[in-house]
Structures are given as C-alpha cells and as structure tokens.
C-alpha cells in the first residue's frame, strides 16, 4: 500500500537536510518563486545541487516540462549548482529545488496567488510517479523559517505578498494531496490509487477513519452497498482489537 506522509523541515537549510535524511525520506522538495528586477522574465526551471543522481534530474525535469506545458511558459530545464549545493547538496535523497514561475512578473505573480492547487497537482504526480512505493516525504519552505535569518521570506511578489509565503500554500496544498491518496487493489489487482477528493466533504473524515482501522478499503465511495457488506463492516468494526 503506497502512502505518504508530509513532513515540513525548518531550521537552516543544513539542518533541514540532515533532519531528511535521519528520517529517511524518499524524495525532498525545497519550494520557491524566482524573482529579477526585470518584469517581464516569466518561465520555469528547477534548481539541483551539482551531486544530483539521475533520478532528480530526470524529476526535476519532468516537473519543468509539466509546469511549461501547464502555463504556456517556456521551459529553462534544470540548472546545477550554485544555490541548489548550498540547499540540498547534503541530502542524501533525490533533491530539487522549485522555481515554477516568477513572482516579479505580473503573471507570475498572479498564477503564485491564483493556481497553487495546479502546481501542487503538478508536484504531486511527479512524486507518485518517481516514488511509487510511498514513504517519507521531506518538504522544505524557501526563505522561511531559518534560524539564521527568521524574518526571510525571499522576493516580493508583484502586486503584494512574499515568494515564502506562497511557496508554503503551495506545499501545504501538496501535502493534502499526497497524504489523502491511499492505494489498494483494484479489480485487476493493481495498485490503483484513490483520491479522498472523490469523497463528500460531510464524509471525509468517516472515510479516512475506516480506512486507517481496516474497517473499508475506502473504494468507490459513491456506489451502494450490499447488506452482507454492511454486516461485515460493521462486524470489523466491533471486533477490531482495542
Ligand atoms: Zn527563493
């Protein structure tokens, strides 16, 4: 059963890696927007650190290609070094860096502040995709948070707010994502992954707790049922050890 659970790192970037790699994640995600003088620059590119593996790169890229292809914006690939050494060159996980769009230009700014659910989606099936077994996953917020500089919050953004803060809205709306997909067997017996999105939002939280006490498998959560499979359920309910 594949799942994922979120965790959030803060401290310096150095810490935030360490920590990562004490806990063993599978993949680490630092978020952030890009930002020049200029207005007008608008285009997509991932940062890694010069000793990326081949799976971060050939993650970073599928994260770049899908973000140009989402916003119409031109897609600059990854870029090695520099910043992403600092940031993620000691986590011992696939690493990358974020920088879907830019925040200095209006349109950036505006998808920033408008479309973080597409970005998260975006990040989300990129994760299920190059981590199909589930496990930790490491979420870092660009600029805020440090020790050494806790009222960083990177660029400004135009129009009004700061790249941090939507960055965080970014990755908070990716950990609902992730952490609400629990796979299970479909008819053909594959993995199939179901979206807690497909359930009421009145039924959401009965959903998660039938599925975290084996009580359902959490599936077609919008199909009738029987009453032999009400029986059951209500039978591994009240014999579920305490
Ligand atoms: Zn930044």
């Known amino acids: 059963m594949a799942r994922y659970q979120v965790k959030f790192y803060k401290g310096d970037y150095g810490e935030r890696q360490r920590a990562a790699n004490a806990d063993a994640a599978v993949c680490y995600v630092e978020q952030h927007f890009n930002s020049v003088g200029d207005p007008s620059p608008n285009y997509t590119m991932v940062v890694l650190s010069t000793n990326a593996s081949e799976t971060a790169s050939n993650w970073a890229r599928r994260y770049s290609g899908a973000v ?7 897609d600059q690939g990854i870029r090695k070094g520099g910043r992403g050494d600092g940031n993620l060159a000691r986590a011992k996980m696939p690493a990358i860096l974020l920088e879907p769009f830019f925040v200095s230009n209006p349109q950036g700014s505006q998808w920033a502040k408008t479309r973080q659910q597409e970005l998260a989606e975006i990040l989300v099936g990129t994760i299920r995709e190059f981590f199909p077994d589930g496990g930790a996953v490491a979420f870092s917020v660009g ?5 050494s500089a806790p009222n960083d919050r990177g660029a400004s953004a135009h129009g009004g707010g700061n790249e941090a803060d939507l960055a965080e809205a970014v990755l908070l709306k990716a950990q609902t994502l992730l952490e609400a997909m629990v796979a299970v067997p479909d008819d ?9 999105a497909e359930v009421s939002p009145w039924a959401r939280e009965a959903h998660e707790w039938v599925v975290a006490n084996g009580i359902s498998d959490g599936t077609r ?7 032999e499979q009400l029986w059951t359920m209500l039978h591994r309910a009240a014999t579920k050890p305490k």
């Open 68 to 74: 140009a292809a989402k916003f119409g914006i031109k």
């Open 143 to 147: 600029h805020k948070y440090k020790r």
């Open 188 to 196: 053909e017996g594959e993995d199939e992954p179901i979206h807690a």
């Open 221 to 227: 959560p919008q199909e009738p049922v029987t009453r």
